[in-house]
């Protein structure tokens, strides 16, 4: 079974300084991973995404993950923080050994905030 | 082009009534799925309809139900509602039954009961 882990509920940081968001995942394959960010009172929207390849992925607002397979983790990073970042990030897992069916596994998600 | 839309955005059902949850997907995506959203359990996957077949099914009780439409549209019911059924309920379509192709997300309705 898959499933995939947030460790901290909150995260806070400083304007302008660099911010992780930590997940790490567990499947019995290899595995499809996902950030996802919500701001309040609205649906998901997508950041980024890993399916193979390079291990560094960078996707939308400045927001970068690495995938480590040793450590499988899928850590979320930003270099420079804007308090604009603050929100509701998610982590999502899907075990590619499963079937065609598309569910995806969500972390219990980690509260950005970024101080001013 | 239009996102995904999910009608109503709020609402408000006393326990025992049942609720009809709507979502309608950005065009040609076919692929459909649910999610429960609530403070203490987080995101839980209700079901995924492909081409108007269920392909996956979380676990919630039988009195959550879903179906998909010829137009790939989306409805979820819900019915002898308890007060834990408030959550925030969010549909997310995409275009394959594929992760590959990836999902988005409606703003969600907000279900209260009372």
């Known amino acids: 079974a898959q499933s995939v882990a947030q460790p901290e509920d909150q995260v806070n940081v400083a304007e302008g300084n660099p911010l992780t968001v930590k997940c790490t995942y567990s499947v019995s394959g290899n595995p499809y991973l996902f950030w996802y960010v919500q701001y309040p009172n609205r649906g998901l929207q997508f950041l980024l995404k890993y399916i193979t390849g390079d291990n560094l992925v960078k996707g939308s607002y400045g927001f970068e993950a690495e995938f480590n397979k040793s450590q499988t983790s899928f850590h979320l990073k930003k270099p420079s923080a804007l308090v604009s970042d603050s929100a509701l990030y998610f982590c999502?897992?899907?075990?590619?050994?499963?079937?065609?069916?598309?569910?995806?596994?969500f972390g219990s998600g980690t509260r950005l905030s970024i101080r001013p | 082009k239009a996102g995904v839309t999910q009608t109503p955005r709020y609402l408000i059902k006393t326990r025992g009534q049942q609720v009809t949850l709507s979502c309608s997907p950005i065009?040609?995506?076919?692929?459909v799925s649910w999610y429960q959203q609530t403070p203490g359990q987080g995101l839980q996957f209700l079901f995924e309809y492909f081409s108007e077949t269920q392909r996956n099914k979380g676990n919630f009780p039988g009195r959550f139900s879903g179906r998909q439409f010829s137009n790939s549209r989306s409805e979820m019911n819900v019915s002898t509602l308890e007060l834990g059924d408030s959550a925030l309920y969010l549909c997310?379509?995409?275009?394959?039954?594929?992760?590959?192709?990836?999902?988005?997300f409606g703003s969600g309705t907000r279900l209260t009961v009372v």
């Open positions: 999502a897992v899907r075990d590619k050994a499963e079937s065609s069916a598309s569910k995806i596994i």
């Open positions: 065009s040609g995506h076919r692929s």
């Open positions: 997310a379509s995409s275009l394959r039954d594929s992760p590959l192709w990836g999902y988005t």
